[in-house]
Each structure stands twice: as C-alpha cells, then as structure tokens.
C-alpha cells in the first residue's frame, strides 16, 4: 500500500527503529540529545527515506540484502565521511546488497534512502533503456552528471514534502505510480550514464575488515574485549584495526567500542523500570564493573548522569 | 481509395500484372504527366459531386470515371518510384502503429513512458526519436497532455456534486495542484473548477474542445 508520513525523534533508538528495511546502529557522539526527524515514501516498488539528524555521529547501517538501495546526502555542514571516504557533493552511492556502510557525519544533516525491488528496477531499465541493470557486488560512487543527479534529488525532496505535507494524497494508487515512473526514471538514467569509480582493492579489503568488526562487536558487546582479542577475533594485526578505525569511523577501536557498550546500557536504563532495578546492576550487564568509572564514562558521553536516565519517563514506541 | 481486389484487378487487366498494397503507407512519385492527369480526373470527380451530385449517381457515368480514375491510379502506382523513406523511417511509423494500438487498448488510464517502451519494443531514445518525428513532441510531453486531455475529459463528465478537482487529478497522476491548475489553464483556456462545474452538455469554450478533440484522435 503506498502511503508516507513523517515523524520527529528526541530518542536515537526509536529513530533507530523507524528504519524498518534498513537497519542502522548509530554510535552518537555528541552530548546533547539526538532530535531527528525521519520522513518516509512507500510507492508500489519502492521506498523512500528522508533522515534529517541535528547533530554530528558515526553509525553503521546494515541494508536489506533483498532490495536495491541507493543514498546520497542530501545537506550536510560539513562533507560526511562514508564508508572511509570523504563525499563530494553531487555523490551518489549504489550499494551491493546487504552492505554494511560506516558513516560518519560531522555536522548537522540531511542525508536519503532510495530501496527499489532489484527485479523490477532490472525489468524498468531493460523496458526503457534496453538493458539489464544487475545490481554491483562492491558498492560503488557514482559521479552523475550534475542534470541527472539534481533531477533525482529533486524528485526524492518533492516526494518527501508531499510525505510531510499531503500524506493522503501519497497513498492514492496513481500519484504513487506517476511518482515512482518519474523517479524510476530519473534513478535509471543515474545508474547507467553516470561515470563510477571503483574503490579501489586496497579500500575494498578495509571495508570488509570494518563489516567483521562490527560482526564482532555484535556478538561480544556484553563485556570489554581487550584489543589483543579483539585483533584476534576480526583477523588482522593490530595496527591494521587502527588505521581502519581511524578511517572508518574516526575513533580507536576501544573507544568505539565503550560507546556502543554504554549505548546498550543507556538502551536498557530507558526501558527498565526504576523500582525493580539498578544502575549497577545494568552497568555490570555490560561489563562495567568499576561504578566510578563507568558513571564517569556516561555523564561524559551522554551529558547527563545513568540515574538520570533511568528516572526518565519511559519510551513508547 | 479502391479495395485492394479492385486495384489488383485493375492492375492486371491494365499493366499485365498485379499492384500490391504496401503493408506501410509510402509515398509515391509518379512522373508529371501521369501525376497531374489523377489530380485532374480526381477534381473533375469533386467538382461533379459538388455542383452535379445526381450525374454521379447514373450507373454509366459512375463507371465511367471509376474507370479512368483506376486507370490513372494504376499507372501513377506502376510506373512512379517509391520514395525511399528509409529503414528507420519505416521502423518508425511501425512503432507509431504499435503505439496508437497501446492507446487504443487503454483509452481510460494514465501511460507513462515504461508501458509505452515496453509497448512498442523499443529503447526511451528511439521512442523520443519517433514521438518528435510523428507527433512533434517527446514522449513525456505527449503523455503529459494526453493525462490532461484525460483529467478534462473526466472533469467535463463528471458532476460537481458527487467529485472534486483533487480526486479528479489525483486519479490521473496529478500530484502537484497548483501546477496542474496553471497547465490545465494555459491548454484549455479556463480553470479546471469550471469545467466540473458546467454540465456535460454545455460545450463550454470552443478552443477547449478542440485542443480536446486532438488528442481524442490519437488517443
């Protein structure tokens, strides 16, 4: 059913949620609370993601291995940093399936989704350009020329604007069909005409250490992994880890990782309940055994104290 | 215009061998003097049924200038070069027939230029090459004025009462409103408002229902 909406965030795990088909594990790093608003687009083929963020953060999204995703920022401060890259403005990525992407926003942002079923984009391309359109095993930048790429983008904003402004009008049958021929249009020419540059192998080998680190801090997020082991589980020597990280995501391999550990006990004070449970107890959940420190480590990354936290009123989502 | 029997047969009794129709139209150049003698058997045909209509209807006189017309026809065909239009002058207007099909089988529903390309077979650049040749104007453009023909059609049927402009446009694809109402404006010479709310039976401005009447023909 197509359809759109918007919706305003004060919470990063519920923006976090409203990815659906994209799933993406935000690390924030600045103090202040996270507001973002995320607008949506759903035609018959296809979905569209406007995700406005105010302030800077390193995240890593995970894209559905079952649709053909394209993104692009769409404003930014500062020149974002994706997958160990600085972006040119004009930019545009078309992702392999399933790829993990490390981003690093520096500034406040608007950044855009595009997920197409890849069979009906494959049979869109053969019925108007004549030719397959595969999806790309490595992910790849496209340089569109500045016509084509604007086009695109103007099409994504109008479409989201109608998302914010006239929801209903989204959801009848036939604007979402001339909505989707005109984008389908404007993404196809994108895709075939545009010069693409290859990363190069070198990149490509980082890129998949930085997907097995995060595979590996998925699995061991519940204690501090010490750097030694941690080289071990990815594969790679230690220095090898930190210069990936440092282009990656722009922090040290441990640092990233207590942020996401106290991420996940900042996730677990706001659901739990103030008078069944303690901050210690959650604390030591993941691993933080010294109190001291650990209340240390989270006023300083999150600007306020985990008791704080845990009083808040609860998250409904 | 002779039935394909009549022009074979004619062609037989009168060349000693038979004339084809072309499965494409094409154009003919016969040499002057065959050419200007149809042309003037032809206007003395139209100049009869003007003024004389009932000489016409004389079985002898009928059979007469059925006759000499066939004749002349006849040799213009036999004896005149086919203009060569060229490959991709042919393949074009194949692609127009297979198109003008499409429409024909969909006269109610908005098109876009995908159900056309895969309609006629055809790459979006060959499609624009035909559309400018045969209609003057891109595909996306041609598409364009025939949702508006469709979105004023449907305003003109339908009854203010029991529909609005924005359900109207919306069911043709129609998004942005206000530019709808602007272009709506500029083809049919009054806002679309107006023309809900005049019955159907009005004709409303003379112009509309030409530029209307366009691309019913094609459509």
């Known amino acids: 059913m197509p359809g759109g909406g918007t919706r305003v965030f004060l919470d990063s795990d519920l923006y976090e949620a409203g990815f659906r088909q994209a799933q993406i594990q935000f690390v924030i790093a600045c103090v202040a609370d996270f507001k973002s608003r995320l607008t949506w687009v759903e035609l018959h083929h296809s979905q569209l993601l406007q995700c406005e963020e105010d302030c800077g953060r390193i995240g890593y999204v995970s894209l559905s291995p079952r649709l053909a995703t394209v993104s692009f920022p769409t404003h930014a401060d500062a020149l974002p940093r994706w997958r160990g890259s600085e972006l040119n403005a004009g930019d545009i990525f078309f992702h392999s399936p399933g790829e993990g992407l490390h981003q690093i926003m520096p500034g406040a942002s608007i950044w855009s989704l595009i997920m197409v079923d890849p069979a009906k984009l494959d049979e869109y391309s053969r019925a108007v350009f004549r030719k397959p359109l595969p999806l790309p095993l490595q992910g790849r930048v496209l340089r569109a020329s500045h016509r084509d790429a604007a086009r695109l983008r103007r099409l994504h904003a109008q479409a989201c604007r109608l998302a914010e402004t006239k929801p209903r009008v989204l959801s009848h049958p036939q604007v979402a069909r001339a909505i989707e021929h005109d984008l389908l249009y404007a993404l196809v020419t994108c895709l075939s005409a545009a010069k693409t540059s290859t990363q190069p192998a070198a990149n490509r080998r980082r890129a998949a250490i930085m997907v097995r680190f995060e595979e590996v801090l998925a699995e061991h997020i519940g204690w501090p992994l010490p750097m030694s082991q941690l080289c071990e589980l990815v594969g790679v020597k230690d220095r090898t880890l930190r210069s990936c990280c440092a282009e990656f995501i722009g922090v040290s391999p441990s640092r990233y990782l207590l942020l996401r550990r106290l991420k996940e006990v900042r996730r677990a004070l706001r659901n739990a309940d103030a008078h069944t449970v303690d901050v210690a107890g959650i604390a030591r959940r993941y691993g933080f055994t010294d109190r001291g420190r650990f209340a240390a480590a989270y006023q300083a990354t999150f600007g306020e104290a985990p008791s704080a936290t845990l009083s808040r009123p609860k998250l409904t989502s | ?219």
Request: a neutral charge; proline letters at 5%; one cysteine or more.
């Open chain 2, 1 to 219: 215009m002779l039935t394909h029997q009549d022009a074979a047969a004619a062609g037989e009794a009168l060349i000693g061998r038979e004339v084809v129709a072309p499965l494409v139209t094409q154009r003919i150049k016969p040499s002057p003097r065959l050419l200007s003698r149809l042309l003037s058997l032809h206007e003395a045909a139209a100049h009869l049924a003007k003024t004389a209509p009932d000489i016409l209807g004389k079985p002898e006189v009928g059979r007469a200038i059925d006759q000499a017309l066939a004749e002349a026809m006849v040799a213009c065909l036999a004896n005149g070069h086919p203009v060569n239009e060229g490959r991709a002058y042919r393949h074009h207007a194949r692609v127009m027939q297979r198109l003008e099909d499409t429409l024909r089988a969909n006269p109610e529903g908005p098109l876009y230029m995908a159900d056309l390309c895969k309609a006629a077979g055809v790459s979006h650049r060959t499609l624009i090459e035909c559309c400018q040749e045969h209609l003057g104007m891109s595909p996306k453009r041609y598409l364009l004025l025939r949702r508006m023909h469709l979105a004023w059609r449907a305003l003109r049927r339908e009854d203010a009462g029991s529909t609005t402009v924005t359900e109207i446009a919306t069911n043709y694809g129609f998004w942005e409103l206000g530019r709808f109402s602007v272009v709506y404006h500029s083809m049919f010479g009054e806002s679309p408002s107006t023309t809900l709310r005049r019955s159907p039976e009005d004709p409303g401005l003379g112009e509309a229902s030409e530029v209307g009447l366009k691309f019913a023909e094609f459509a």
